[in-house]
């Protein structure tokens, strides 16, 4: 059975630093691109970044790049994304997902529950 | 970036109707990389579609997704009590974005 467990998440202030983790069972994580899609309280859904199977290629939605970084690594099967100068408008909570196949963003077969993150003051 | 609209913003049905819900992108789907998901509440999304219209693994045959180009629709056949959520499209044939949502209640 495929399994997404993400961590990490908290309240913190404006500017603040956070780093999430999400830990993958029942696939071959390595075999898999991977993403961080958010959803902000009450409302749709907002992709963030994407990493492919070997972690040698990232993307970023506009909203976080330069803020934030995704890195995998494959040897603990876990991905993870680094969230730097955080802002309020970052409040959300951040999906990790497994692409269906293929290296580009795009189709999620599997979701995690989510893991919240606060910003605020 | 590709907008995705879609319509209606809600829809009111009963178990057992016909659920037709649309998906117009703002610019051509690139190999028309549509997908859409299940969101109930409390719940991660859940991938029904992909590729415009194949079903993924372990959904139902009452899901059926159509469409080329801008213009997409999933269809759900006879609705059961399950079915009373939001619908999220997606195309993924220029980066990936989103649409707003379609919520299908009672």
């Known amino acids: 059975e495929v399994q997404l467990l993400e961590s990490g998440g908290g309240l913190l202030q404006p500017g603040g630093s956070l780093r999430l983790s999400c830990v993958a069972s029942g696939f071959t994580f390595n075999n898999y691109a991977m993403s961080w899609v958010r959803q902000a309280p009450g409302k749709g859904l907002e992709w963030v970044s994407h990493?492919?199977?070997?972690?040698?290629?990232?993307y970023y939605a506009d909203s976080v790049k330069g803020r934030f970084s995704i890195s995998r690594d494959n040897s603990k099967n876990t991905l993870f994304l680094q969230m730097n100068s955080l802002r309020a408008e970052d409040t959300a909570l951040y999906y990790c997902?497994?692409?269906?196949?293929?290296?580009?963003?795009?189709?999620?077969?599997?979701w995690g529950q989510g893991t919240l993150v606060t910003v605020s003051s | 970036d590709i907008v995705l609209t879609q319509s209606p913003g809600t829809l009111s049905l009963s178990p057992g109707e016909r659920a037709t819900l649309s998906c117009r992108a703002s610019?051509?789907?690139?190999?028309?990389?549509l997908a859409w998901y299940q969101q109930r509440p409390g719940q991660p999304p859940r991938l029904l579609i992909h590729s415009a219209s194949f079903r993924a693994a372990g959904i139902p045959d009452r899901f059926s997704g159509s469409g080329s180009g801008t213009d997409f629709t999933l269809t759900i056949s006879r609705l059961e009590p399950e079915d009373f959520a939001v619908y999220y499209c997606q195309q993924y044939g220029s980066s990936t974005t989103f649409g707003p949502g379609t919520k299908v209640d009672i």
């Open positions: 990493i492919s199977s070997s972690g040698d290629i990232t």
């Open positions: 997902a497994k692409k269906r196949d293929g290296l580009r963003p795009g189709e999620f077969d599997y």
């Open positions: 610019q051509t789907v690139t190999s028309n990389f």
